[in-house]
């Protein structure tokens, strides 16, 4: 049955969706919750920005407490994951580093890594639309986040909407072997903390 939780161990499945800000990812993670047959948990990592204290912070300890932030966010996805929930992962892999601390905190085998890309001008048309992120973010993040070029699968948001981003995930969930992308990029050297 497409979408189950059918890893061994009773894990979950963990799909990943990786994009710049404003590529349409969260409407992606509702339309997969409205369509999956199995029960998913949208783990957006905004929401756990949005449980953090509000007050200034010089800018290194900012770095610092963004830092663990992201860190306790990846490890909440993997709890959840390893207590057999399936979870939708709203993310952006903007620095290696967080790659790297996905890929020795998740199972390989449990995660589709989803592409979600969107051209630059739609990117910044969405960003001004929104009004609630920094002009710019998307675009100073666009080269980065797909950095490491690899991909179970991957949609164009400028060109499909949600609903058909969603169905297209939904369907190679029972096709996907063996071998993802978190496995590649294991064996490519990501997980490595010298990388």
């Given at each position: 049955m497409a979408g189950r939780s059918r890893m061994s161990g009773g894990r979950g499945q963990i799909i990943f969706l990786n994009g710049t800000s404003s590529s349409g990812k969260s409407s992606i993670a509702a339309e997969l919750l409205?369509?999956?047959?199995?029960?998913?948990?949208?783990?957006?990592?905004?929401?756990?920005?949005?449980?953090?204290?509000?007050?200034?912070?010089?800018?290194?300890?900012?770095?610092?407490?963004?830092?663990?932030?992201?860190?306790?966010?990846?490890?909440?996805?993997?709890?959840?994951?390893?207590a057999g929930n399936n979870v939708v992962v709203d993310h952006v892999l903007s620095e290696p580093w967080r790659l790297r601390d996905c890929l020795g905190q998740f199972v390989p085998e449990d995660v589709l890594l989803v592409g979600v890309h969107c051209p630059p001008a739609e990117l910044e048309r969405r960003e001004r639309a929104r009004g609630d992120r920094p002009a710019g973010l998307a675009a100073r993040q666009y080269e980065r986040v797909h950095a490491h070029g690899v991909y179970d699968v991957e949609?164009?948001?400028?060109?499909?909407?949600?609903?058909?981003?969603?169905?297209?995930?939904?369907?190679?969930?029972?096709?996907?072997?063996?071998?993802?992308?978190?496995?590649?990029?294991?064996?490519?050297?990501?997980?490595?903390?010298?990388?």
């Open positions: 409205r369509i999956m047959d199995e029960p998913y948990f949208h783990m957006p990592v905004d929401a756990f920005h949005a449980m953090r204290t509000r007050q200034e912070y010089e800018p290194g300890r900012l770095t610092e407490i963004l830092r663990r932030t992201w860190m306790g966010y990846h490890r909440a996805v993997a709890g959840m994951a390893a949609c164009d948001t400028g060109t499909a909407g949600p609903e058909e981003c969603a169905r297209r995930i939904k369907e190679s969930l029972p096709r996907r072997g063996g071998d993802t992308a978190f496995q590649r990029l294991r064996s490519a050297g990501w997980g490595s903390p010298a990388r």
